[in-house]
Every structure is written in C-alpha cells, then in structure tokens.
C-alpha cells in the first residue's frame, strides 16, 4: 500500500512510541497493571489541561465529551447560549438541542473571532455559556481567556470545545477559570480517535449535583467514583489508553512552551507559502492560527476535487470545507506529530494538484520553497 502523508485538522498521525505502546500485549482493565497505567495517565492528563482538578475519561470522540458537558450540566428548561462561528460551535447548538433545550444564540460569520463583549452581553441569566476554542473548519483560535473574563461578572459557567486546540496552543484551564474543558485523543494528543475527556472545575460540579437531563455512560460521577477507585465505570479501550500515556509522556519531555512555539513556526510557513503560491488565506493571517491553516481555492477550482486529487493521486490527505465553506476552500493541519517536512510536502502537494486543474502559480515551486525561508529564518514569514 503506498504511504499516505495525514496532514488534517484530525486524525493526525501517531508516532512510532505511540504505536508501539499500543501493540504490547494487553492487559485486563481490572488489574493492577491497569490501574496503575490509568492513574499515570489521568495525572498527566490533568498536567495536559493545567489544572489540578478532576479530569474524566470516557470511550467515545470528542464529541462524547461535548454531550456530557450538556447533560451533566444542566437542567430542562435552562438558559444557556451557545456563541459560534464555525462547524464546531454549530455543534455545540445541535447537541442542546437534541436535549429538548432552546439555547439563546450567538452566531458571526464564519472565519470571524468571537467577540468576548457580544457574547456576555447575552449571557446574563444564562447557567452556561458554551463556545469552542480551535474551531477546526475555520482555522479560528477563539480567545476564550477573554470570554471567560467577559463571562465573570454574569455568573454563567464557561463550557469549551477543546478537542483540536489541547496540546496544541495554549489552554491555561485553572488559571483562566474555564469551568468545563472537553478534549478528545486524535487530534494535537498524537493518539487514535476513541478517547474523549472532560476537565471539571469545583462550581461545574455544583451545577452536576443539580442537572437533571438524562445521562447513563456519560455520567460524571460514575466516571468520578470509578476513577477514584483505579478504574473505569464501562469497559475502557484498553491499547488507546496506553497509547495516549506514551503520547502525554512525549508531550511532556518536549514540553508544552516548545509545542506551542512549534506550531507557530509550522504555521507561519504554512502561510508564507500559501501567500508565494498566489494564494488567498481563509484563516487569520496571524500567530492566532497555529492549528489549522485554511485556504481558498482560485476561481473555478472545486476544493473538493483538490481534495479527491491529493488524496487519490498524490497519497497526500487534506481537509476539505465543512459547509458553507465545501468546495470553497482547503484545510492544512499542523497539530500533533507533524513537522517542517509535512508542511512542505502539503504545500508542493497543493500546487501540483492545483497545476492539474488548471490554476497557474507565479513560479513553479514558489509555495515549498517560500516554507524553507520561513523554516530557515530568511525574512520575515509574515511579510
């Protein structure tokens, strides 16, 4: 099978450590070498989130832990808002209300930054206000150290969307007051999809002792309680586990100040070598969005057969536009396990299939070779 180059918002590749901590052979999930693997790794979880207080784990995707955030939380019939710009705030707004809920509604357009004074403007009376942090589809990093300051003086809890951005940028959970942070294992966590996880302040375990909507293996407590006791309430996937203590230990040694910085660096090449491809940015143009670059394609190119091309002819997987924004513009991930040679082979990947479609680039190579001057220190990968 030729090689394919993941190079998305999610999955992202797993690393050789990873994968090998994986194949070992398993182990029963109620044995003592469990408990000690899952201790391990919900401690470097609550390292990860920065905070000290209770993280929970549960089978499922990120998206697992958004609809705990929701039924643990709350009550029928509460106030709550939702503030979205993007695929995955329109999420947030989907999963209230298939819980009978009628969240108040903050939208802008998307590509926008969610404007922290709007949002507490219509928080007032609200038990919680939910938003995502890396909001993926658009290449956005919303500023939500700024809407949990906006958020303070209206008493609603602050509940976010960080299944792309933990590990990634930074997430200062404690320090910031975020009450609620859910994250999921595929993304800047370097491990498979399968694991979902939600950070739990003191007053969102306030709010859990009163929310009445319906929950079973989402339960909060029952995850609590079970963790408390060394294990898991539900059958966990055992080799995911393992594979996302050896990625948090990865994490760990190179230290979360150089990830961040990493990924600014990727993708500030990222951009300098849309901009040399003749290219527009769909994402801002700025340090803010180091997760996700996304690009608009030319004037009657489909970006979803840039997509299917890359993909099918060059083994080189992108994301395409989720929305109103399919066919309209192309997502390159820099997250996790990826590095300077990723970007390049993103970028000449790119122009070859835009080459095919008939798009004509001002100089062959323009793209790949603007990301080595970036790499490189040669001017400014801003300018």
């Known amino acids: 099978m030729p090689r394919t180059y993941l190079i998305t918002p999610g999955p992202t590749p797993v690393p050789p450590e990873v994968a090998e901590a994986m194949a070992r052979p398993l182990i029963h999930h109620r044995s003592p070498d469990f408990k ?16 000290d207080g209770d993280v929970l784990m549960f089978a499922g995707s990120g998206t697992s832990a958004m609809e705990s955030a929701v039924t643990n939380v709350l009550c029928p019939g ?5 503030a979205s710009a993007g695929n995955f705030g329109e999420r ?3 999963i209230l209300l298939a819980y009978g809920l009628e969240p108040r509604y903050h939208g802008q357009e998307w590509g926008e930054r969610l404007d922290p004074a709007a949002i507490a403007a219509q928080a007032d009376g609200c038990v919680a206000v939910y938003v995502t942090h890396s909001e993926t589809s658009t290449g956005v990093v919303h500023d939500v150290r700024s ?51 939600a950070s739990v302040s003191e ?9 009445t909507l319906p929950r079973f293996s989402l339960d909060w407590k029952t995850a609590r309680d079970a963790q408390a006791g060394g294990g898991t309430p539900f059958t966990p996937p055992i080799t995911l586990v393992a594979g996302l203590n050896a990625a948090l230990g990865m994490i760990e040694a190179e230290g979360v100040d150089a990830i961040w910085a990493r990924n600014r660096d990727l993708a500030r090449a990222t951009r300098a070598g849309v901009r040399a491809l003749g290219l527009e940015l769909f994402s801002p143009d700025d340090d803010s969005s180091s997760m996700v670059t996304a690009v608009l394609m030319p004037d009657g190119i489909d970006g979803q057969r840039v997509y299917g091309l890359l993909r099918d002819r060059f083994g080189v997987v992108l994301a395409g536009g989720q929305g109103p924004l399919r066919g309209r513009i192309i997502r390159i991930g820099h997250m996790g ?3 300077q040679f990723d970007i390049i082979t993103a970028l000449s990947a790119l122009e070859l299939a835009l080459i095919e479609l008939g798009y004509s680039p001002p100089s062959p190579g323009a793209g790949a070779a603007r990301a080595v001057e970036a790499f490189a220190g040669v001017g400014a990968a801003g300018d």
Request: glycine content about 6%.
């Open 36 to 51: 000690v693997l899952l201790a391990e790794t919900l401690e470097r979880l609550r390292r990860a989130f920065l905070t």
């Open 78 to 82: 509460d106030q709550v808002l939702v």
């Open 337 to 339: 396990y990826m590095n």
């Open 203 to 211: 007053r969102a375990w306030s709010l859990a002792e009163r929310a």
């Open 92 to 94: 947030w707004r989907k």
């Open 147 to 197: 809407i949990a300051e906006a958020l303070r003086p209206t008493g609603a809890a602050l509940v976010v969307d960080a299944v792309s951005s933990l590990g990634g940028v930074e997430l200062q959970t404690a320090e910031w007051g975020i009450d609620v942070v859910v994250s999921g294992s595929q993304k800047a966590l370097m491990t498979p999809p399968g694991l979902a996880f």
